[in-house]
Structure formats: C-alpha cells, structure tokens
C-alpha cells in the first residue's frame, strides 16, 4: 500500500440522532479526554466514480458519507490516496459534534452516501446499544448524471460492521488509526450504450436531456428504485423487510416508496444523432422472461423517443461489477415530436384547449400536457375537485392539480363569491387528502407542522402557504378546514411574502368582487414548458416532517377572471400577477400585475379556455390591477 493522507474521524457523543433513533448513554464511560479522533481508512474495494484508466470504482475526494457508534452519527469527508483512489480515509466534520468517547471495545458502522435523513433501528430491548440492525435508505428515481459517469449520491455503499478496541493511552493520544474500513456496494450501476440507426433521428440536431429506463412485469410489482432496509453486519450486508428478515427477491427490496423508473438528467447533452451513453444506478433487480424494458430518451426539444424490448433470457444487474446494455434505436421506436399547445402561449388564441377533467367552469385551465411543468407524465398527476356540499349541488371548494411525484401542486383553481365569505375564524384542521383518493405516502407531512430546514430535524424555514387562503373559505366550516389539505399548500417564504405582500394581495382580491364572481388559477412554477429549455427550477429544498425532501417553487402566479354573465358572457376582465417567492419590502401588489398572456408565455398553460375565443383574446392582454378591480 502506498503512503495515503491519513484524515482523523472524531467519534461524538450526539445529542441528536436519526429519526426513528432515541439516544442512550448509560452504556458510554465519563470521556478521559476531549476532541478524540478515529482514522478510518477503505480497503479499496469499492467506489462511487467509475474510472476507465482504472477499468475499476475509485472514491472522489469530497466524498461525504456518516459513521455511526452506538446510535450517535457524524458526518465524515473522504480524502483520497493520490497514488490509490480506491483506498479513502476520512475526517469527521469538526464542530458537528462534541468528540468524546471512552475506553472499550466500540462497534464502528459507516454508510455512503450521506443522508440528511436514516430510518435505523436497534438490536435487543436494553439501552445498550452496540451497533444499528437495521438502515433506512433511499434510492432515488430522479438521477443526474453525464455521459461518462452515474450520479453519485445515488451509490449506497454500506460499510462491514468493524469492532474497535479503544485503550485509555489511545485516548491520551487523542487518535487511533482502523484500516481495512469495508464498504460493500448494494446497487447495481449499469451504463447503457444509446446507438441510433433510425433515420429520422440520424438527421436530427437535438440534443438529450434525459433518459428513463423502466421494468415492466407482469405482476407489476418489480421495483428499481425506492426505500430500502439494509442490515449491515460484520461480514456484508443483507437487505431486509420490516421484521429485519433476509430478503433476496427484488420484487421485496422496497418498503412504503418505490419505483419501476429511474430518470437520468444529462447534464452534458450530448447530440442525439451521433449517439451516446447514459448511466443508471437502480437496484440488483433480476429481468426474468416475461417482464419488458422500456427505453425513453426526452430532447430539449420535447421530442420524446422510446423503445420497448421483451425480455427472452434472464439476466441480473451486479452489484459487484459494472452492467452494460445496448439499446439499439431503430426502426422500430417510437417518436413523438412536441407538442405546440393549442392556442400557443405566446400568441393565445382561445378557448381551443382541452379544459382539465373536462370540465366547463370558467376558472379551469386546459389539461396539461408531457412538456408543460417539466415533462411530468400523466400517471403522476392528481387532479381533484373538493365540494364543500353534494356534488350534484354544484357547491365546488378548488380543483387542484397535484404531482405526486415530486410532491408538489402546480396550481389550484376556484370560484370567489359572496357565498364563500363568512365570519368564521381559520380551523386549523391540517389534515391529509383521504388516502383513497391518493395515497398517504405520495403527500407531504406537513400535518403536525411546517416544513423543516433538515431531514432529520432543524427548524422550521418555509410556511405551509394557502393556494387557495382561508380567508377566502370562511362561510362554512367545511369549506375553511379543505383550505388545509395537504395539496392546498406549498413551501412559501414567510417574511415578506406570504406574511406580506402575497397576504396583501389575496385581501385585495376578497375586495374587487364588486358583486360579482372572481374566477382564480393560483400556482407554482417550477420549470418553463412548451419544450423551452431555459429551466425555471426550485429556488431551494426543503423538508416534511417525515424527513421526505420538497422542492421550493421559486415562482408564484394567480390569474383572475370576471364575467357579466356566467352562463353567457360577452364582457370580461382579467389579470395576473407574478412572484418571486422571495421577501419584499412592499406590500405593493399592483407593481406585479402582468397580462394574463404573459403568464401562459412563461409556463406554456392556456388559462381560461372556456371563455368564447374572442372573448378571451381579448381580456388577457390586460396588465392593469385598477382596470380589472373596477370591472
């Protein structure tokens, strides 16, 4: 072994642990010293980079996995041997935590990569804790990666249980160096190899922005991505079910979220035509007779290419060495180029759209398309409408579009009158959508408080903002507890947004009625649609209490609608507004107004399709509050 750059991990005492964790310590002596310091050196057996000069997995520098000793855990940075980048050591982050330990034998555990959130639990009934039976960890769908190597916090490597015997002089020296520290990788990374023969793609120059592989079998039920229970031990590691039982069929590996489809986002965007390579990191799952592999390449373009292929003989993704696969894209693929929406955004048209659900309320968008929002696909969507009476009254709350997905709402669209303004204080009833409607796991906990700064805890750092406020929901008590519905709610910033000028609007609003019905679309944008690249994104990322990561719209809209006549208009108003979901230092809304055209521009949505085409044309030119409040 060559000389390596030896880096101190300090085993701490927390005051913190995992969720799912409760902290011990009666098992732990008075510390002889303070600041001690573990040198936890890789075997150099496993990696998360794949290196083509090495034809092998090395460790990056920077790597950043956390090390666990009796259910206290730190963080710990890799620092590469530069003659052997397989071989690591790694220094606990200084300052996480307060370094003692005491003298005996102490069971050392490591995981990579670092996760904000660990589900772990605990051998025996006692408060002697030696070791974690049991991780928590996830795999995630949504990957990032580039032509020549996978993502790599979507390695999990789990390290071999290590016992280490600490001395009192050890302690005085306030160091001890382990070696051998053996992480076992429990994913399989394959590289696909894209090649085009098609002609019609030989002769295009779009560039790739995302591949998806998915496995279909005919149960339905194989998985490739998710929440996995992993049991390290001394000599490996096993995946586990709940009951800490050994599991080997994939079909099992996953508990509450999981996935048939894993999506790469290539961020180099290479060419389409010339061909290319993607990287997916998926579990060890076995692709038996009978299941089919769907193959779907999205352009920055919007053009969508897929290929389906039959499994005939069986083969299982390693996790001990690098898979390959060809896909061939022939003939037989299936191209779908974008999709110009009807009216286009940049130039409305119209009420030509298809309005979502079909229904014909004048506050309903057109259904969103594949391109719109950043390419979500139809079966993430949920889209529901809440009556605060019986339906065949009429007595609609909100229609809310939903991805489930990502755990986001991209916009939720209601009717505002007289009748839905009462005295009533806000309930305050924070409850889920009912889990037969969507499922509970495919919402945000964010029932018993707000979201939170870190998985594992931290402090609240973004308001459960109102689409649709309750203030505006106060007739009823019904109609005020749906306002609190998970899907009604979104990441806002509080101080001078949704404290403030988001606030100011929203009661200037309830105001402009004029006797009339206000008809309003309030959403998120989180990426620009219509196969328009210039990306929009989350402003930051947050937590539910659950630990589950949701993303922070960075931009927030409302459009508004009125009518002289519901049921046969010929004369209307509209306008927008347009946020960043940032503080401001004014409570001045109208300085946002845009045209209702601007904001369909931006998002590539048709808002109001259900007005007469020329009527519509009309109305959405206008980028003035006062002309619209007055109507």
Known sequence: MKSLIQFLVGIAVAATCFVGCSNSYEDIESAIGSNFTLTLVTDGLSRTEYDPDLCDIKWSEGDLAQVLVKGTYADATASVDSNEPRIASFKWAPGSYISYVSAGTHTVQGYYPRRAYLSCSYNASGTNRTHATRLGLRLPASQSGTTTTFDPLADILVADNMEVEITRADISAANKVVNNFHFRRMVAISEFEYKISNSELLNSDEKVQSVAFQVVSPANNKYIAGNMYIQPTADGAK????????????????????????????????????????????????????????????????????????????????????????????????????????????????????????????????????????????????????????????????????????????????????????????????????????????????????????????????????????????????????????????????????????????????????????????????????????????????????????PVPRYFYKVLLKVDSETNPTKASAVGFWFTNQKSSSSGYESFAVSVNQIESKLGMDFFVNLPDALEQSVEKNTSWSTFSNF
């Not at 964010?446 to 406020?469: D, K, Q």
């Open 239 to 550: 995946y586990v079910d709940a009951n800490i039982n050994a599991i080997s069929n994939s079909n099992d590996y996953f508990y509450g979220e999981d996935s048939n489809t894993v999506t790469v986002t290539l961020t180099d965007q290479p060419t389409l035509k010339s061909g290319f390579t993607a990287w997916f990191v998926t579990s060890p799952v076995t692709l038996a007779v009978g299941d089919k592999v769907v193959f779907t390449i999205t352009t920055t373009a919007g053009t969508t290419i897929t290929k389906s292929v039959n499994i005939s003989s069986s083969v299982t993704l390693s996790t001990t060495k690098k898979n390959t696969l060809t896909v061939n894209l022939d003939n037989s693929v299936e191209i779908k180029s974008p999709t110009t929406p009807t009216p286009d955004p940049d130039t409305p048209s119209g009420g030509n759209g298809e309005a979502a659900l079909g229904l014909s309320w004048l506050e309903i968008p057109a259904a969103m398309r594949g391109s719109e929002m950043g390419g979500v696909t139809t079966s993430d969507l949920f889209m529901h409408t809440f009556y605060y009476g019986a339906e065949s009254d009429g007595n609609r709350n909100y229609t809310v579009c939903y991805d489930k997905g990502k755990m986001t709402t991209y916009w939720v669209a209601y009717p505002l009158n007289s009748s839905h303004i009462g005295s009533l204080d806000r309930t305050d009833v924070w409850t889920y959508v009912d889990n037969s409607l969507l499922a509970t796991k495919y919402q945000p906990n964010i029932v018993s408080g707000s979201y939170r700064s870190a998985a594992s805890g931290g402090t609240n750092n973004y308001s459960r903002g109102h689409l649709l406020p309750s203030a505006s929901r106060t007739a009823t008590s019904l109609m005020n507890e749906q306002t609190f519905i998970t899907v009604n709610q979104v990441p806002q910033i509080q101080n001078g947004f949704n404290g403030g000028v988001w606030m100011y609007l929203e009661s200037a609003v309830r105001s402009a009625r004029n006797g009339k019905t206000i008809f309003v679309v309030t959403g998120t944008a989180l990426q620009k649609g219509n196969g328009q690249t210039e990306e929009i994104g989350t402003m930051a990322k947050t937590y539910d209490r659950n630990g589950k990561e949701i």
